[in-house]
Each structure stands twice: as C-alpha cells, then as structure tokens.
C-alpha cells in the first residue's frame, strides 16, 4: 500500500491521467467516486452538478440510460463533460470490456456511445489477455485526449472469480502497458516494483449496509483506504438513494479522507 501522499504521486504517476486524478484529489481533498446508476440523465446530471465540488471522479454506465436517439446520447455526454470541466472531475465509463482486442477496438471507439471520446478512464477484464490493452490503446491513441485504463483485478461480488492468483496475473498483463493502465479495480493495494504506482478504486463501499441480497458485498471507507491501502472509494446507492444526497456525499467524502490521512499518518 502506497504511504506516498496523492500529491506526490500526482507529480510522479507514469499515466497522464493517473496524474490528473491524483491531482484532483489532492487538490479537492477527496477520493470519493460517485456511481451514477440512474435510468435519467437529467437526474443524473443535476445529481453531480450537486455532488460536483465533493467527488473526484463520477462512475457512468452509459447503457442503463434510456436514449432516444445519437442525438440526445451526444447531448447527454457533452453536458457531462462540461459539469466534469467546470467542477474537476473525471468521468469513468464502468465499461469492463471483456473481448478481443479488435472487437473491444470497436466498442471503445464507435456504436452510438463512442466511449473513448467523453470517458477519461475505462475498464477492462484480463480473461481475454493482452491484446485487449492493445486494442483500447489503440482506441485511445486516436482520441488525441488522456484516457486511462483500470484492469479488473477483483470485483466486489460475493463468489466472483477475482483476487488471489487471478489479481496477480492480471498485474502482470498490466506491466506490459505502464503508460496507459493507470492501475485496479480491487479490493486492496497492489504492491509496486521499481517506478510503479497503481491506483486502485474499490466499488462496494457503503456506511450503512453490508450488501444487496444480489451478491454485493460492502465495506466502510475506513477499511478500504485505511486498512487495505485502496486510492479511491466508489460509492453508489450509498449516496444516490440517500434522502440527502449532498450531506451523505459530504459525509463519505470526509470518511474516505480521514481514512487516507490515517494511512499516511501510520
Ligand atoms: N461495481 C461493483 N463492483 C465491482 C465493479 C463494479 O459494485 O467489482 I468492477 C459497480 C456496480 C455499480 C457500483 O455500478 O459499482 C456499485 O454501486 P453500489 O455502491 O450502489 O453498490
């Protein structure tokens, strides 16, 4: 686990946008991502034009929304990227991608999403192998703008095949793209060699509940960034269904600082 500062990792982080998140949340003081699995944009872009200054990054799944055409999909994406301009944040489409190079190629770049061309970050499962980094590079390459990649290493989900030997297999795929694996989503640090640093940002993150009766598992912020070593909580229902959605963001945000204060301070 890093006992580095963000901000120091901010100047020394070997992914462009890797340093731009660790930046920011030097800068703004939080490692809170909010998940914003909502079926309306509206909501979902007045919720962040809200939560805004409190989050580092927002976490879509652009395929829950109910879209009337390319249009409204275009419009949707340039107001999220301007509420990301104006308050600082990154946008991280929960993609996992999970195919061969060529096919994700063409998820990431085209359809009617065009992902790489609004998302800073994305993921992507390591059961296909290499040539799925290489594909989304690719991809990224074309784009002109940062983008940053976060290989699956282990999920939240009670029984998912993640973790263990399956992580580090995963890590080790990911040392064959330092430049644009900017690090996991995972349960807990993963340990660097020589000029590494891996940013982990852990879903499955909640203050009052222990899970959803379909397979999410949650932990505290405190356990994942201060006992785990993790960079960044994600927080969904946790926050969106609160009744209070600023004050609850608030209170995670300031949960997930002291918890990292605690961590460097040890
Ligand atoms: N998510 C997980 N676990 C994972 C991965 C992604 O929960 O291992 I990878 C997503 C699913 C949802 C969000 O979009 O993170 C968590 O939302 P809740 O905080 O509402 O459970």
New binding site residues.
Partial sequence: MSALTYSSRATTHPTEVGRNLLSIIAEKQTNLCV?L?LADTEKILSLLDTLGPLICCA?T?VDILPFSGPDAISAFTDRLAALAKQHNFLIFE?R?FADIGSTVKAQYGGGVYKIAQWSHIT?AHSVPGPGIIAGLKEVAQEVGQPRGLLM?GE???KGNLGGGEYLQKTLEMARGDKEFVMGF?AQCAIPPQDGEDWIVMT????LGSKG?GLG?QYNTPDLVVREKGCDVI?????IIGAADPKATAEEYRKAGWEAYEKRIAA
Avoid: A, E, T
């Avoid at 879903?203 to 909640?206: D, S």
């Avoid at 994600?234 to 946790?238: A, D, L, N, P, Q």
């Fill in positions: 998940s699995d976490k799944h929960d996992k993921n699956l999920m939240s989900s989503i879903p499955g993150v909640n959803d999410q994600i927080v969904g229902r946790g």
